[in-house]
């Protein structure tokens, strides 16, 4: 973070004083706008869907106060927390085999010697497609009959796999997804890191006669992890928000096998008008997260201090 | 692990790599080669790989899309034309602002110092509106946005997009006035500029790249964006991928219409991508490692 101190104009001292007011006015005219836009738009909803917690809202008949209903019927609601049981499965499986890919094409990016730039851009594509775009790309991958996954593995003489249809394997279909399109953000931040460490260090290893496995085991991976720490961090709190690809791939099936959290608030609400109830979800996922993320990073802390 | 000279090292580091790039591009391709397909090679007894090989390529699936006339199910896309213009209406004009609104935010947090409230805290406050589950946003948006008799409208969608990409405009933004010199603009005020004068003529000449990079991101955030649109929208205001994902319920796998779908949705993310070279991994990285 860079501040650079208020300008003082040198020039004379008439001008002085009107250069100062126009300087602190400018202080607030720059900032504002758009610090209110997302009170506005950010703040405000918030607050107003934690009202609504404690409300039922209809179309015609508007919002009305249910005290602590919403709150009684989600901490029985079987649905609600086999979808958080779920979610947690999925945020774990994805964000850590993200991390493992990640790291992998990170180091062997920085090893490469050459078609770098052409590498790293090509593998950064999957980040920014639409992801209900490439939702059907995989659809029709993953598709029964006729997809050219179940295909290959009948080629190498394996039986087919339900993909999207299995109890089971529909989460995981998810999780594949989910590490096609984020790995390479991984992959690419932890490249980032990588190249901001200092090459001296390095060096002096190789000078000292250590090999490759030490140099990453004792040197690169430890000096990597609070980096790392943050990485998984931004993916996770992206995982848990994982909806589009849930719509599109499995919409919460088989039965309610794939059902994760921002999907289940969606269809508990819009799909019976019960928003209160949908409130009272996106809540609980806002509060999980918020104590998940806690205790991560001081458990990193901790070791950091050991 | 710097370059390394070891021979099979090298050999095994680019197979990896070039698994995971197969992996990579492998659905995108399948999406762009089941567009140039027939229904007979998509339903055929074995999947299609490759143009001219495995089967002939058409355009029959553009051709009915674009197609006012040949309308089924929920994909009736005689109206593609005005998906496609809601889209980039909501798209450009939402990145236009967030641009406008994060210059200036930007601009502030690296040249004032702020004192209640430390520029650091502003700076964090800003990207942790990004860290909330959009589901969390939905009831309160659907509630007085229908209060006010704002559902359906490309305005509305307009409004939360630029919420939606402010704090990641701001975030790069930020990062490049850093790295402007400050000299220049002081040296313009020594010389009777104002502020704004300094900001105008000058910051936002320097920053151009940094304006059209952060602008392009919050382009594609609202191009791509699916929940605000299903819940705010429900015809003439409709976006592209809700439309595509209205394929959903077609019964039966029309995929050559969907992948036709797909790829219009994909084009301009892929060209974004494309465009933005080494930017890209650059602005996709920063909040990261920064």
Redesign the interface.
Known sequence: ???????T???GRASHHRRDW??QN??Y???M???L??LV??V???I??AY?VFSS?Q?GSG?TFVGLDNIKRILVDDRFWSAVSRTLIYVALAAGLELL?GL??A???????RGK?L????????????????S???K??F?FN???VN?FLDVMGLPPVLWLAGQTSALLSLIVVDI?QW???VA??T???LE?LS?EI?EAAVVDGAG?WA??RDI?LPLLAP?LV??VL?RA?DA??V??TV??LT?GGPGTATEL??FY??AA??RTFN?GF??T???A??IL?SIIFYFYLRAFRRIEEM | MPATRNRALQVGIYLFLLIWLLFTLFPIYWIFVTSIKSAMAVQGPRPTFIPWVDFTPNLDAFKSIFGSGGGYGVSGLGNLTLLMRNSFVAAFTSALIAVVLGAMAAYALTRFRYRRWKNRDIAFWIVSQRMFPPVALVVPFYILFNRFDMLDRLSSLIIVYTAGSLPLVVWLLRDYFADLPIEIEEAAMVDGASRFGAFFRIALPLSLPGLVVAFLFAFVFAWNEFLLALTLTLDRAKTLPLQLAGNVSVQGTRYWDIAAQGLIVMAPPLLIALLLGRYLVRGLTLGAVK
């Open positions: 973070m860079t501040s650079s101190p208020a300008y104009p040198a020039a126009s300087e400018a202080k005219v720059f900032l706008p758009a610090i836009y997302l738009l950010g405000f909803p918030l107003f869907s609504l809202w179309a919002i890919f992998l094409i180091l062997s990016l920085q090893a490469a010697t730039a590498l790293r851009l090509t593998l950064a594509l999957p980040i920014l497609l639409p992801p209900i775009a490439i059907f790309a995989w029709m991958l598709d006729r997809g050219p295909y096609w790995t390479p953000f690419l931040a490249l980032a890191a901001s090459t390095y490759v140099v990453l690169t980096y943050a990485i931004l709190i848990f928000k909806f589009d719509y599109v919409g959290l921002s608030a969606y609400g819009f928003m949908t409130a979800v996106a809540w996922i806002v997260m």
